[in-house]
């Protein structure tokens, strides 16, 4: 009886550890929204292409701050748009992860309705995929769409996608 109560606590033990393991790994599992409030003059300016970042939250997992850095911009041919790749990185505010979400998106100017308006509002419409996450994101996968609703100093940015 001595030995089988060891072995019996190790197994318990071992059990409990798988079970948490399972659930860790599908924390990030099924649909992703999170929204972040961005304004520009508030973003660090080393490197300098930072091009947005700002608080926000991620459902299901909290608050979270988001930082946005442009890879590369360039006409479109044949419109007046630019297509853009980004890299945004998104850091939970309780220190439990991070994402990483590899983005490319078409930038266009504001429409002629849109031409009065203050702050020349316009909107960015990307697709992300995961690229890479730490902690609860460990391992994730995924993508969907981000879009980036800006005008003066601040932006609005909707992300909404899967996580697997």
């Keep these: 009886m001595r030995f089988r109560l060891p072995i019996a606590l190790t197994a318990i033990g071992l059990l409990i550890g798988g079970t948490a393991s399972a ?3 599908s924390a990030a599992s099924g649909r992703f929204q999170a929204t972040f409030v961005d304004i520009y003059s508030s973003c660090p300016t080393n490197p300098p292409s930072v091009v947005f970042c700002g608080p926000g939250s991620i459902a299901g997992y909290g608050n979270a ?7 590369s911009i360039a006409p479109l041919p044949g419109t007046d ?14 220190g439990n992860g991070s994402l990483t979400l590899d983005e490319t998106g078409t930038l266009c100017p504001p429409s002629a309705a849109a031409t009065n308006a203050v702050g020349g509002p316009y909107t960015v419409s990307k697709t992300f995929v995961v ?10 996968t995924g993508g969907g769409s981000d879009i980036n609703r800006s005008a003066g100093n601040s ?6 996608g899967t996580l697997t």
């Design 23 to 25: 659930a860790s790994a």
């Design 65 to 71: 701050t988001s930082t946005v850095t442009l890879t």
């Design 81 to 94: 748009c630019l297509q853009l790749t980004a890299v945004r990185t998104i850091a939970l505010d309780d």
């Design 131 to 140: 690229a890479g996450g730490t902690g609860v994101f460990a391992g994730a």
């Design 155 to 160: 932006q609005v940015s909707v992300i909404s």
